[in-house]
């Protein structure tokens, strides 16, 4: 690995100081070792701020997106470098945000046509509508009614949202009986996360 260059570093905030910069630093392999690699990450992440800001993401991932574009050949060739990196780096968050709600893959997030039509459920989406449900329930004429109800309420809710109700029923009452048998809720979530096998014998993956 060479050692940085002792000449002056060109100007990286325009274009062709950059390009050149990009140049010296892929070239000679400088990336981890030329303190100006350090100072155009900074001014990078600097400079990206409002735009990291804008998606809510951390300015980290900005500068991030900006690095990856970076050593891309691409980069070097573009008739103005920041432009394309500037574009990068919008690409590479909104893919990012785009596979966090979709729960997919940021390469497919990147690929409008490959994303799924529909954000998928998370779990509190539906939060207010049990609340409803048991605002606007009778009081329960014993422990077991209640939790009956629960289990209905539940299970009705659950097939309305696309699940098989045969499986959901079975899986809600599975579920209801592990947590109220265990020693406490923790345990019975504990001992629900760990069980493989009911799992897969309710057809649903890990």
Aim: aromatic share 8%.
């Amino acid at each position: 690995m060479r050692e940085p260059s002792s000449e002056p570093l060109p100007d990286f905030t325009t274009g062709e100081g950059l390009r050149v910069l990009l140049e010296q630093l892929t070239a000679e392999r400088l990336w981890r070792t030329h303190p100006a690699a350090r100072a155009l990450m900074l001014y990078a992440q600097e400079k990206y701020l409002p735009l990291a800001r804008s998606w809510h993401r951390d300015p980290a991932d900005a500068a991030y997106e900006a690095f990856m574009a970076m050593r891309t050949p691409a980069i070097r060739r573009a008739a103005d470098p920041w432009a394309a990196i500037t574009r990068a780096v919008e690409l590479g968050i909104a893919a990012e945000v785009h596979a966090e709600r979709l729960l997919t893959s940021t390469d497919k997030a990147r690929r409008p046509d490959q994303r799924p039509d529909e954000y998928p459920m998370r779990a509190g989406h539906y939060e207010t509508f049990f609340y409803h449900v048991l605002a606007a329930a009778t009081p329960p004429a014993s422990p077991t009614v209640a939790v009956e109800r629960v289990v209905r309420s539940a299970s009705v809710f659950l097939v309305t949202t696309g699940w098989h109700s045969r499986t959901i029923e079975t899986a809600v009452e599975y579920i209801c009986h592990r947590l109220t048998t265990l020693a406490s809720t923790q345990s019975g979530i504990d001992v629900l996360r760990k069980d493989d096998a009911m799992r897969q014998r309710l057809g649903f993956s890990a």
